[in-house]
T-cell receptor, first 112, second 111 residues
Framework: DGGITQSPKYLFRKEGQNVTLSCEQNLNHDAMYWYRQDPGQGLRLIYYSQIVNDFQKGDIAEGYSVSREKKESFPLTVTSAQKNPTAFYLC???????????FGPGTRLTVT | GIQVEQSPPDLILQEGANSTLRCNFSDSVNNLQWFHQNPWGQLINLFYIPSGTKQNGRLSATTVATERYSLLYISSSQTTDSGVYFCAVGAYGGSQGNLIFGKGTKLSVKP
């Protein structure tokens, strides 16, 4: 099946630890995105990548890092510098020739 | 940057009722999408509709780009329609494809 997968669904970490969230797509999409959602809020853009080996900061990039070594994969690292990391994280992708974005199922991160 | 406002923030309906959700945006857009977020958090694409009207079963959407608003119509609502509906836009001049989300309309359909 074609789609976007994110793993794990739930992640628990202690404060001060870095954690990496996985996002993989087999849709042959060019662009990939990471969003963060807090309770009762809309999504906010963390990072995006329109091509392999290139990525740009979104609106709330501080405390996060990404890599794009393969077209299919766009992992997000939540570093210990992120002050409020507990949130729901969603990955999305898009064909280069279209605007419509499609989302993965998300990862709920809890940091205590 | 572009602002996106959705109304109402909350909506409670009896099964079978119709509803209209509204999305206002503050600038010209090259992308407008409606999503349904189910109770498990999955965002489901409903419509890609930067202008015009589309219909898909009991759902339809209209975007009037010149007046900077979009409407999502749900007819004969069912309990499975419950969840949060998001409008998201991409602004002209913004980085291609980036979406700005509204805060959503939380819909509860009672049996």
């Amino acid at each position: 099946d074609g789609g976007i997968t994110q793993s794990p669904k739930y992640l628990f970490r202690k404060e001060g630890q870095n954690v990496t969230l996985s996002c993989e797509q087999n849709l042959n999409h060019d662009a990939m995105y990471w969003y963060r959602q807090d309770p009762g809020q809309g999504l906010r853009l963390i990072y995006y990548s329109q091509i392999v080996n290139d990525f740009q900061k979104g609106d709330i990039a501080e405390g996060y890092s990404v890599s794009r070594e393969k077209k299919e994969s766009f992992p997000l690292t939540v570093t210990s510098a992120q002050k409020n990391p507990t949130a729901f994280y969603l990955c999305a992708s898009r064909r280069d020739s279209a605007y419509e974005q499609y989302f993965g199922p998300g990862t709920r991160l809890t940091v205590t | 940057g572009i602002q996106v406002e959705q109304s109402p923030p909350d909506l409670i309906l009896q099964e079978g009722a119709n509803s209209t959700l509204r999305c206002n945006f503050s600038d010209s857009v090259n992308n407008l999408q409606w999503f349904h977020q189910n109770p498990w958090g999955q965002l489901i694409n409903l419509f890609y509709i930067p202008s015009g009207t589309k219909q898909n079963g009991r759902l339809s959407a209209t975007t009037v780009a010149t007046e900077r608003y979009s409407l999502l119509y749900i007819s004969s609502s069912q309990t499975t329609d419950s969840g949060v509906y998001f409008c998201a836009v991409g602004a002209y001049g913004g980085s291609q494809g980036n979406l700005i989300f509204g805060k959503g309309t939380k819909l509860s359909v009672k049996p």
